[in-house]
């Protein structure tokens, strides 16, 4: 979908379909349109009378055809109450429009940009949002089928239009900003849903190196067991699958020594291994490297966006399996970082791998940390699919992604990092145990787990177990992967 911005007057511009928006409450519809058209102002208050048009936010009504209009048709999009009106708003309200596009078969869509008109938002941040909920809302993953009856219909290009001179150029820097973030998200989105037989851990590091050649990067691959990521290998043993460790790293400010290390759990598929999961819903475990894609996608933009900052991505990469060669509940493994580990739980994996990548960040200058991973079942129970968990060890750090995903539409929410869940991980046999075999409170003691090897380095991590991937879609989230959290983490990395 192009993307594009336009200083001409609404009843004039020619396309397939033009969105205009209305707030809940409201009797009549306000704004460019209205005063335009005095007809179609009297059609829509009618509609709104009549109750078929309530501006509830995403709620569309399509109209046919108007004489006023060079559009061919219009849709009337609710935006909700006014005073409730944010960015996340905007993006439901421009995904709507933009489903609503593809079911009339519209190639050519123009809109205005909600939240502008009223003065609500700033208008950079609205068009951004507009692009994010449109690009973000038409994802579909492409699949396999080969009898499909149709190539599914493709909307060609999005309008933004305006007649006021002052807000084309605020416009136009924040739909291109919005377009490049939402089709990183988007690209995200693939590489999860793609399934594991696909995207094994070498896959996914060719794909890696590619990323890292066409943006400028700096790029590691290794072997993890000749790297001596015991953890790592403890957990790729059971499968046929070669493991690696992939690094993309951006310098941004090479006079800084500053270094921010995004690391990304990249279980490509997560059977459980020897403490095998059970089989009902088990495909959607071929999603345990969203948190891999997350940090993959946003070091892919960093080339683009330029902060000036230090940024390297970890990605470790492996499948986990049950075989005769697996690694056993009750054995004890190595580390990176030298401590030893009894692993009580082979389906507490993710923790092992990250616990090496954490480790190698460091031992490549990281000076703060943030890792993503799918990372416990338990944060899914504690908070649904609404939040990501957010847990760490600098509360700085933490209110400031917690305040960007609030910002972004990513909502995180804080859990405790208490010394008991620490103290629960203490082993007879080894340095620590992966898990506390309570059962309780795992998103926490997972994040006590990896504390022990993050030490004093600054750091935060995100739980997106919940948030990661969908059996339902809703708004411009698809049924399966969501993308969750790149425009966080762009949106921290640029801010
Ligand atoms: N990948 C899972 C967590 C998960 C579950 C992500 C459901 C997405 C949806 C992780 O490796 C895991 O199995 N964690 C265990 C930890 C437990 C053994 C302490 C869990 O949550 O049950
Ligand atoms: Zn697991
Ligand atoms: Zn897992």
């Not at 080969?146 to 305006?162: G, H």
């Amino acid at each position: 979908m192009k993307v594009r911005i336009e200083r001409l007057s609404l009843v004039d511009f020619k396309c397939d379909l033009l969105a205009v928006n209305l707030f809940e409450g409201e009797k009549q519809p306000t704004g460019a349109i209205a005063a335009a058209d005095k007809a179609l102002k009297g059609l829509i208050s009618r509609l709104i009378r009549e109750g078929s048009i309530d501006g509830k936010l995403g709620k569309t009504t399509l109209i046919h055809c108007h004489a006023g209009l060079a559009a061919d048709k219009l849709v009337v999009v609710g935006l909700g109450k006014k005073d409730k009106l944010d960015l996340e708003a905007i993006r439901t309200a421009a995904s709507a429009v933009i489903k609503q596009a593809r079911e009339v078969k519209a190639r050519r869509v123009a809109s205005i940009v909600h939240g502008s008109g009223c003065g609500c938002l700033p208008p950079a941040e609205s068009a951004k949002a507009v692009i994010e909920g449109s690009v973000l809302g038409v994802y579909k993953f492409a699949g396999y089928a080969k009898e499909k009856e149709k190539p599914p219909f493709e909307v060609k290009e999005l309008v933004l239009l305006d007649i006021d001179r002052a807000k084309i150029k605020p416009f136009a820097a924040g739909a291109k900003l919005g377009l490049i973030i939402a089709e990183a998200e988007n690209h995200a989105r693939d590489l999860v849903n793609e399934p594991s037989n696909k995207m094994t851990p070498g896959a996914f590091a060719e794909l890696a190196r590619r990323i890292a050649r066409i943006n400028g990067l700096k790029f590691t691959s290794l072997d993890p067991k000749a790297a001596g990521m015991a953890a790592l290998q403890a957990v790729a043993k059971g499968s046929d699958q070669p493991p690696r460790l992939v690094a993309l790293e951006y310098r941004g400010n090479p006079r800084s020594k500053e270094k921010i290390a995004l690391v990304g759990k990249g279980i490509t598929f997560d059977s459980g291994g020897i403490s095998l999961k059970p089989s009902k819903n088990m495909d959607e475990m071929k999603s345990d490297m969203a948190g891999a894609a997350a940090v993959l996608g946003t070091m892919s933009l960093l080339s683009d966006l330029k902060p000036k900052k230090n940024v390297i991505g970890v990605i470790p990469l492996t499948e986990n399996m049950p075989s005769g060669h697996a690694t056993k509940p009750g054995d004890v493994v190595g580390s990176l970082a030298g401590y030893t580990i009894e692993v009580t739980n082979t389906d507490a994996e993710g923790r092992l791998i990250l616990a090496d990548a954490i480790t190698y960040a460091k031992k490549r200058g990281a000076t703060s940390i943030i890792d993503v991973a799918t990372l416990t079942g338990g944060c899914i129970t504690a908070l649904g699919d609404a939040a990501t968990g957010l847990i760490g060890n600098d509360q700085p750090l933490i209110d400031r992604i917690k305040k960007m995903g609030d910002h972004c539409g990513q909502k995180m929410w804080q859990l405790p990092l208490y010394d008991e869940y620490k103290e629960a991980l203490k082993s007879s046999l080894a340095d620590l145990k992966n898990t506390s075999g309570t059962g309780k409170a795992s998103p926490s003691s997972g994040a006590a787990f990896l504390s022990k090897f993050v030490g004093a380095t600054p750091w935060a991590h995100l739980d997106i177990a919940g948030t990661a991937f969908l059996e339902k879609g809703r708004g411009y989230l698809p049924e399966g992967a969501t993308g969750v959290p790149v425009r966080t983490l762009i949106e921290f990395l640029v801010s």
